[in-house]
């Protein structure tokens, strides 16, 4: 066997291992944290990015830790949905640590720093354990790990508004762990099996369908919490605008993305489509998710326009893009899932772009409110530009990633004839030009600040340059990740 | 409006895990789906495959070790998000209530730990070595551990807790359950098996039979020790918010 078989273990292996070494760094020489946690996660990104080539080859990479074949042991499998999530967790989340580098030394007290490394670690090590998982209960302890350490980076400051921020984000997370737990255990007693295909498989055997459709509704609330999906979006706004802003980024750009793949995992590999007996509570439950969705999208918007604060803003925001992918994805065509996939890495560079901005414009000026910032767009010509040109993304025009990825959706609503879903993601699209545009305006437009140029510093510059760029590039050269995006879609749909 | 919109969604959600309660197979009926499909095999075949008599724990360390090793991570990240917020214990600056509280722990209890926590932790270690052939193991064995130590700091205070054992001597131990199970897990791909094997391809099964024994003995260790001492740390830090100032000895 050789050594590059294993990638697929070591992509959460090596980074937890990083994670549980960096206290004893930290105790040892404080500075060494940062390095030393990039590297975990560079070596991560290799072995993810080494993997593309076995998918594209064979589909799946399926593997076995000590060896037990799936039922019996725990299987590591590795789809295009997978890996593709995988990718954007290594690269936002490596770019986003080096960004936290100087945003933590001046935020945070000094002994507190190697533990924001180790938690950002465990964030990390446990997302990519998440995404590429084959088993439903691995899936459970890795959203427990990544829960966890979300709730306390939220709060790490310690402050009396980010802690009870946090212990929203708690009583909600912890909720929505419970249904998660109480699905696994109902579908155990069903099928005496915890691996997704095995179970997909003991299920289509039939026997006890209203057990099986009782867990299938407490998986889709468990999942919807973490993802915010309208009703249970509450916890988000001050969860993400009050955490430290590289928190925020990673937070809205990757960990609610779990939700939405928990979702897709439990409603596509699980619970297949057109099954037997469960097949009218599944359709029932994606035609919610796609009405939740599509309200999500407008409520989200118009609560967005109406916020002072910046990160209030964007956070919001953040719920209506959670609607577009969920509503691409309900939508069960081809290009309707591209679309909704396609969003999540949009969105990821988009949002992430936004809140690493957001948190420049804090660290250099600590300013919040969007009327503050005018006149940014000359002292802070990068950052500024970095927002505008992220916004064309987040708000879906062409020539950004955001574009393909709405335009897809629509394509989607058309194929399903869902005029109704159309217009309500072009209404969603036109409020958030609303709410985006006026801060571009505010930041080039209304000028009082000194024409000086002062910029933030490099390491803090260049991966919010860098997402801003990608979502350019993601959108002029989308051929390069569309193939991928519309097998998993066809994989996906037949099940 | 908004009680009542809650109760309602609260009593639906209750009425379905009730009509789900009494839809799910009979208990105890042998014939069960998750009595007749991988369990079996656990059952029967745990012993000889999995090198534990104990089947728990053949399932836990060896067929399910990947998810163990999450659940250690788990904990290790509880103790994290503990120490992040709350920060570490500060000894010397501030005194907890216990320690400056009139009434001291009489000599009666303070001798009756000092009897008690040695033997406690000695039936911790017998609780994590045996965890292979009786019930019990790495997970609650640290449990007691982790009981014991309070137990003392209730007695003796927090500075005399924290100077028997330093943070120095902690932080490493912390990490331990974590990195050992990592290290059994990369032993496996060193030897060429898959990352968690126990049983070393290309070696004569008597060493391959001794490994196994002995890494399954590190991983219950690392468990163990690391979860006691992590309970430990979560109550230092906490303990440390009943603040109170040092006020000068008038007695």
Request: net charge positive.
């Amino acid at each position: 066997m050789s050594f590059s078989s294993h990638y697929s273990i070591l992509l959460v292996a090596v980074p937890l291992a990083f994670a549980a070494l960096c206290p004893i760094v930290g105790m040892w020489k404080r500075e060494l944290c940062f390095p030393f946690s990039v590297a975990g996660a560079a070596a991560a990104c290799f072995f993810i990015f080494s993997l593309w080539g076995k998918v594209i080859s064979k589909g799946v990479v399926s593997y076995t830790p000590g060896g037990w074949k799936p039922p019996l042991g725990i299987q590591i499998r590795i789809d295009y949905v997978g890996l593709f999530m995988a990718s954007i967790i290594g690269a936002v989340g490596l770019a986003v640590l080096v960004y936290s580098w100087r945003y933590v030394s001046r935020e945070l007290d000094a002994e507190k720093i190697p533990y924001y490394y180790t938690l950002y670690m465990l964030l990390f090590a446990s997302m990519l354990g998440f995404v590429v998982t084959g088993d439903i209960f691995n899936m459970f302890v890795f959203m427990e790990i990544f829960s966890i350490s979300s709730y306390a980076l939220v709060a790490i400051t310690g402050q009396r508004r980010a802690v009870r921020a946090a212990f929203k984000y708690l009583l909600m997370g912890a909720t929505s762990s419970v249904m998660v737990l109480l699905g696994i255990a109902f579908l155990y007693s069903t099928v005496g099996s915890l691996n997704m295909e095995d179970i997909a498989g003991r299920l289509a055997m039939g026997g006890y369908t209203s057990v099986a459709s009782i867990a299938l509704v407490l998986f889709l609330i468990g999942f919807a919490v973490k993802a915010a999906l309208f009703p249970v979006h509450i916890w988000l706004p001050d969860a993400h605008s009050i955490a430290p802003s590289p928190i925020s980024a990673v937070l809205s750009a990757l960990v609610i993305k779990m939700g939405v793949l928990g979702i897709l995992r439990i409603f596509f590999t699980v619970y297949t489509p057109g099954f037997a007996g469960i097949e009218g509570t599944w359709t029932a439950l994606l035609q919610a998710i796609a009405w939740c969705a599509a309200i999500s999208i407008v409520l989200a918007s118009i609560m967005a326009i109406i916020q002072r604060d910046f990160k209030v803003m964007i956070a919001y925001s953040s719920i209506a893009h959670i609607g577009y992918i969920l509503l691409g994805i309900c939508m069960l065509t081809d290009k309707g899932l591209t679309g909704g996939l396609y969003n999540i890495l949009a969105h990821a560079l988009g949002k992430g772009c936004f809140f690493l901005v957001a948190g420049i414009i804090i660290y250099k000026h600590d300013l919040r409110r969007i009327t503050s910032l005018r006149g940014l767009g000359r002292s802070m010509p990068v950052t500024a530009g970095a927002f505008a040109v992220a916004s064309l993304s987040i708000v879906g025009l062409p020539p950004s990633a955001g574009f393909i990825a709405k335009w897809y959706i629509l394509w989607g609503c058309l194929q399903k004839q869902h005029y109704v879903f159309m217009v309500m993601v072009l209404l969603g699209s036109l409020l958030s030009a609303i709410y985006c545009f006026r801060v571009v305006y505010y930041m080039f437009f209304v000028g009082s600040h000194s024409a000086e140029i002062d910029e933030g510093p490099a390491t803090m510059i260049v991966p919010a340059a860098s997402f801003a760029a990608a979502t350019l590039f993601f959108g002029i050269f989308a051929t390069l990740v569309l193939p991928s995006l519309s097998s998993a879609a066809q994989a996906l749909l037949a099940g | 409006m908004r009680k009542a919109i809650m109760l309602l969604a609260l009593a639906g959600i209750g009425v379905m895990l009730i009509y789900a309660v009494g839809e799910m197979p009979p208990m105890g009926d042998s014939g069960n789906p998750d009595k007749t499909h991988v369990a079996p095999r656990y059952l029967e075949h745990g012993e000889e495959e999995a090198g534990a008599s104990n089947v728990v724990t053949a399932v836990i360390l060896n067929y399910r070790g990947y998810d163990t090793m999450g659940e250690v991570a788990v904990i290790f990240c509880a103790l994290c998000a503990v120490v992040a917020v709350l920060g570490r214990e500060k000894t010397g600056l501030s005194r907890t209530h216990m320690d400056v509280s009139r009434v001291k722990a009489s000599v009666v209890v303070r001798t009756t730990v000092r009897f008690l926590v040695p033997v406690i932790i000695f039936f911790a270690i017998y609780i994590i070595l045996h965890g292979e052939e009786t019930p019990g193991g790495g997970f609650q064995g640290g449990a007691i551990i982790g009981a014991s130590i309070i137990l003392f700091t209730l007695a003796f205070g927090l500075p005399e807790s924290t100077r028997k054992i330093p943070l120095k001597s902690r932080v490493p131990l912390e990490s331990f359950a974590v990195i050992a199970f990592l290290a059994a897990g990369f032993t496996g791909i060193l030897f060429g098996a898959n990352f968690l094997t126990y049983i070393m391809p290309g070696l004569s099964e008597h060493a391959a039979e001794t490994i196994r024994q002995v890494m399954m003995m590190v991983i219950e260790i690392g468990i163990g020790f690391a979860g006691g001492i992590i309970f430990t740390s979560i109550m230092f830090a906490m303990i440390r918010e009943d603040k109170y100032e040092l006020q000068p000895d008038s007695s």
